[in-house]
């Protein structure tokens, strides 16, 4: 049964960062593509970033590049997200995501529709 279990999310000050950690089983995700997406109040589900398999490529929505990284380590099996220099807009819950289809190791992907599978999310609230 594949499971992704989020964790690290808070309440952080304006200027703070965070850092989420996404705990996947099931399966052995290093060769596929995974990413982090988000959702605020009243808002539609938005990506955020986005890594290939094996950690290759990576990809940011313009709202966080140069303030978020994502990385994975294949070894444990997880996928992370170091948010610096947080913002109030940044107020979320975050999912993971993996897509288990994925034939291409090198490929990230920036749409819900290309993933298969999601996390029961994780709050993130920064205060201005």
């Known amino acids: 049964q594949v499971q992704l279990v989020e964790s690290g999310g808070g309440l952080v000050q304006a200027g703070g960062s965070l850092r989420l950690s996404c705990a996947a089983s099931?399966?052995?995700?290093?060769?596929?593509?995974m990413g982090w997406f988000r959702q605020a109040p009243g808002k539609e589900r938005e990506f955020v970033a986005a890594i290939s398999g094996y950690g290759g490529n990576t990809y940011y929505a313009d709202s966080v590049k140069g303030r978020f990284t994502i990385s994975r380590d294949n070894a444990k099996n997880t996928v992370s997200l170091q948010m610096n220099r947080l913002k109030p807009e940044d107020t979320a819950v975050y999912y993971c995501a993996v897509d288990l289809d994925q034939r291409y190791a090198t490929v990230v992907l920036t749409t819900e529709a290309q993933y298969d599978y999601w996390g029961q999310g994780t709050q993130v609230t920064v205060s201005s």
């Open positions: 099931g399966r052995t995700f290093s060769s596929y593509p």
